[in-house]
């Protein structure tokens, strides 16, 4: 991949910037430790004409990886022509459609590198993406989770970085924080403990990226920051605005399930509980506009059986199950210009 193919200034520092909490190690390890392996992994479904681009920025790395490994899921393109120009280097498994967490679970199971590293199909690499995670790896030999900052990019043009103010990369209190928000972007995890944990939930389509770091998280794992954007994460229809409303319900029942946890402290379970009771709001407001009759009461009844939703609430969410398209009208209503 030459280097035109990225967007904006290459990262040339002299040293990375990392972010972490505190290390919980009693001496200093030195970068001279042996060289940690890392295993790119990338699920394929319907993605023929951008996964080149993909597979080749992982092969251009200035630090190689020690093996990438795509995952057909069942794809009914030409992904073969596709993949073609990349085989005897890749590691290729074919599967029927399960999914993307069925489909990065097969591609960590099959990986022998210490940590995964997750390259979307329609993303573009760095060069120097695992060369940095190597380095943070090797800095701090704590860490479970690995993420870099990223270029979000569209036609061709930056329009932000990953993180940001409004959407900071979480050193505090990370356990707290995972409960609220998703804030950590295509991580490098360490292959063991991700099996440890249980891999991706399957049943989920999607949020199972999150849900996957919560139970990380809660069960001891902390993540470390490259603050360098080593990642094009490139818009295409659908991938950030499109399917709100299973989103949405994705992050219900990420939330519900999470409430079973047995790691989670009180404190941390109000936390969940706030999230869950905004989520469920959140679902509740978008299938009154956009959805059917069907999830516009479903999605209220959740909330008309909290108790800890406001009357308001609990009233207004009564209203959309009783009659949707009344409430539906009334948001119209509500929501047209004076």
């Known amino acids: 991949m030459s280097d035109q193919a990225l967007i904006g200034e290459e990262p040339k520092p002299d040293r990375w910037v990392f972010r ?16 940690v392996t890392f295993s790119v992994v990338v699920a394929a479904y319907n993605v023929a004409d951008l996964i080149g681009e993909a597979l080749a920025s992982a ?65 573009v690499d760095h060069p120097r993406r695992i060369e940095a995670l190597g380095a943070l790896a090797r800095e701090r030999p704590d860490l479970d989770v690995l993420t870099t900052d990223a270029d979000l990019v569209d036609a061709g043009r930056v329009l932000r970085r990953y993180y940001t103010t409004s959407h900071t990369f979480e050193v505090d209190d990370q356990r707290r924080a995972i409960l609220q928000r998703n804030w950590i972007f295509n991580p490098a995890m360490r292959r063991e403990r991700h099996i440890e944990v249980g891999g991706y939930d399957t049943t989920l389509w ?11 998280l809660l069960s001891g794992s902390r ?24 989103l949405l319900e994705a992050r219900v029942r990420t939330l519900e399930k999470t409430r079973h946890h047995p790691a989670l402290t009180h404190a941390e379970r109000r936390v969940l509980d706030d999230s869950l009771r905004r989520a469920r709001q959140r679902l509740a407001a978008e299938s009154r506009r956009r959805g059917s009759a069907a999830e516009a009461r479903s999605a209220a009844m959740a909330i008309a059986r909290d108790r800890g939703s406001t009357s308001g609430a609990r009233m207004r969410a009564s209203l959309t199950a009783l009659a949707p398209r009344v409430a539906r009208c009334l948001d119209r209503k509500r929501d047209a210009p004076a």
Do not use: M
């Not at 999607?206 to 990380?216: F, G, P, S, Y």
């Not at 993540?223 to 409303?245: C, F, K, N, W």
């Open 223 to 246: 993540v470390g920051l490259v603050d360098s954007a080593l990642v094009q994460y490139r818009e295409r229809p659908g991938r950030l605005t499109g399917a709100r409303i299973p």
């Open 59 to 123: 092969f251009a790395q200035t630090s190689p990886a020690h093996e990438v490994i795509v995952v057909d899921d069942g794809s009914t393109d030409d992904l073969d022509t596709a993949l073609a120009p990349f085989l005897g280097r890749i590691k290729l498994i074919r599967q029927p459609n399960r999914g993307p967490g069925a489909a990065r679970n097969a591609a960590v199971e099959a990986a022998t590198g210490e940590f995964v590293v997750i390259l979307d199909a329609d993303d």
């Open 20 to 35: 972490a909490p505190p290390t919980t190690l009693s001496v200093a390890h030195s970068s001279a430790r042996e060289d």
């Open 206 to 216: 999607r949020a199972q990226d999150w849900e996957c770091c919560i139970r990380l």
